[in-house]
């Protein structure tokens, strides 16, 4: 049911945005007009910030596990953090993959399965509340929806307020009833919970890394801007950012494809920037920040795999040795030194 009506809004709102913008879908030639003319030296910026951004991503994997006692490199941090996101973006079911993949490499590190389930909930966490800043940055940053987005903000304090006031204990009732509801998930999350045990300065640095993350791929954003010639301000971008991201949680396909696209580019538009311009930024956006990243996600994940080290030495060595015999083959001196046959 709930797959259903999943669906069912995900549609309906796709419906809605291709009707609203029914008079402005971009031209195909204008659009291939926009990519002709684009500035590489922008797009090399755009393709650093998304490599910074999984970066920093990985950096925040790799601080929890430290503060849980183990022990995990940058590169690899790196390699785990880019595979785990091809599976989970190209495959069903691809969180559930990605979960049981990323488990298996923490466990590879001496990891426990407390520390792993730590990491994963606490990464989850950061990420999501730093998304949520993101978005009301955005929704408050917005003329036509500033006043909407504070009326919403105060409602839920003043029901929140309200309902600690009238039920003080109805956190603590809540809490027992989903403890009695879901044991091995409570039981799960008081083991992460005591696994992990951050200080006031690990929790600005992890909250700091974790914002980094989406900053840093808003700045990719406004690099393919810059690079196709579109002028929008920085909160046209960070409206057309979290548009598309929130859209992709909504989607059932993998990565949110076309859902994404959609939700950025009718932003773009609604903000006066030309459909075949905002098509072509988000078709670059979208290239580097979801088609590059995934390539590179299942080039990390073949790097990974079991016995990949050896063999890749191997091969090194046999392209090495002919390599060096051609070298040797092409110095002309080379033939003097070659053993002449002997006079009869």
Known sequence: MRRRLRWVAVLGTAALAVYMLRDRIPDPAEVWRTIKGVSFG???VAVLFEAMSMSTFARLFRRLLTLGGARMTVGRAVAVTYARNALS???????????????????????????????????????????????????????????ATGIFL?????????AVRLRPRSLGSLMKRLNDRFPALAEQLRQAREA????????????????????????????????????????????????AKGA??????????????????????????AGGSAAAVVALYRLISYWAILLAGWVAWI???????????????????ALIGLSIAMIPSAYVYREQPKPR
């Open 42 to 44: 922008w797009l090399a």
């Open 89 to 147: 973006n190209s495959l069903p079911a691809g969180p559930v993959l990605s979960i049981a993949y990323t488990t298996r490499q923490f466990g590879r590190l001496g990891a426990n399965k407390p520390l792993i389930a730590a990491t994963l909930v606490l990464s989850g966490i950061y990420s999501t509340a730093t998304f949520v800043v993101l978005t009301l940055v955005a929704l408050l940053g917005g003329p036509s929806t500033r006043q």
């Open 154 to 162: 105060a409602v839920l304090v003043l029901i929140c307020s309200v």
């Open 196 to 243: 992990i045990r951050p200080g006031g300065r690990d929790r600005i640095t992890l909250f700091t890394l974790a914002l980094l993350n989406w900053l840093l791929d808003v700045a990719c954003l406004a690099a393919v801007c810059a690079a196709a010639g579109v002028s929008v301000g920085p909160h046209t971008v960070l409206l057309g950012y979290v548009a």
């Open 248 to 273: 992709a949680t909504l989607a059932l396909i993998p990565g949110g494809l076309g859902v994404a696209e959609l939700g950025m580019a009718a932003t773009f538009i609604a903000a006066g920037v």
């Open 303 to 321: 790097a990974l795999l079991d016995g990949f080290h050896a063999w890749a030495v191997k091969v090194g060595q046999l392209i090495l040795q």
